[in-house]
């Protein structure tokens, strides 16, 4: 009796220490009803013999991702890329850059040309001033309204081509004096706007010629030729000011810079393009 007494305290003992009965119970409680519960409880019970060092290192690792989450404003951790690769556009809509621009679009795909010229002579019957001008006309498929702008231009042009003759008088210069209007390109063809650009030049006679280049935007409704805060939300004051940012140099007033569009940016130039840097910024509209 005495070493079953002993035998018995033993086992009451051990049963005691582990915590058999404790875990009996609890497994007795929890029974579980379905068998995604059971795998649920498996995993929990292996989850509780990983370590306590293992367990807090996931924690720590969950708390930056809600950390992340949390300072960037987005709802899950699977939206961080695309937020990521959208955070550069967002943040450039009012800041200027300094870009190359080669423009891939054929001016010759939406119209034609037609060269127009005037000359201007002496009573010996000599040329002592002629302009020529490329008039770019879109095809009938365009707002026949874009054209009715597009000659308002060169007609304003050809009245000033014809006030600078009057400064030539007779033929004494290394080469005869002239005014060209060069179409360079189009950069934006839409249903709302076309854009364009040209290039304004001057030649005294003397060694060298002097260029301005033109950006014309035309809205395709009115015919309007518009300006650059159509579609950006800065004043020409504050162009100007974010040109000079960009370039590094004096501010440009309205009367030293233009601009262009494309699909997705305004473009900004010097006119003088001896000197000429592009920059860019987004097209809000």
């Known amino acids: 009796m005495r070493k079953i007494a002993v035998t018995v305290i033993y086992i009451l003992l051990i049963f005691l220490f582990t915590g058999c009965g404790k875990k009996a119970d609890l497994t007795e409680a929890e029974e579980p009803e379905t068998a995604v519960e059971a795998v649920e409880q498996e995993e929990t019970a292996e989850d509780d013999t990983r370590g306590s060092g293992l367990i807090e290192s996931d924690i720590e690792e969950s708390d930056i991702k809600e950390s ?35 423009p891939d679009l054929d001016k010759t795909d939406y119209g034609d040309i037609k060269q127009e010229q005037e000359e201007f002579q002496d009573q010996e019957g000599n040329t002592f001033f002629y302009y020529e001008i490329e008039c770019f006309y879109f095809d009938e498929t365009y707002p026949a309204i874009l054209n009715e702008t597009l000659q308002i231009y060169y007609d304003s042009k050809k009245a000033t081509y014809r006030q600078d003759s009057e400064t030539y008088t007779e033929d004494s210069y290394i080469s005869t004096p002239c005014d060209s209007l060069i179409f360079f390109y189009v950069t934006y063809v839409g249903d709302d706007y076309v854009s364009m650009v040209f290039n304004d030049v001057n030649y005294p006679g003397g060694a060298h010629p002097i260029s301005a280049l033109e950006g014309i935007t035309i809205d395709c409704s009115t015919g309007e030729i518009v300006a650059a805060n159509r579609f950006i939300d800065d004043s020409e004051e504050e162009i100007g000011e974010r040109i000079k940012a960009a370039l590094g140099t004096e501010v440009f007033t309205p009367k030293e810079w233009d601009y262009f569009i494309t699909d997705k940016s305004v473009i900004f130039f010097y006119f003088n393009p001896r000197f000429m840097k592009f920059v860019e910024t987004k097209r809000l509209r």
Request: proline share 3%; aromatic share 8%.
């Open 68 to 102: 992340v989450v949390e300072e960037n404003g987005i709802g899950s951790t699977g939206d961080m890329t695309e937020a990521a690769h959208d955070e550069k556009p967002s943040e450039s809509e009012n800041k200027y850059y300094i870009v190359e621009y080669n």
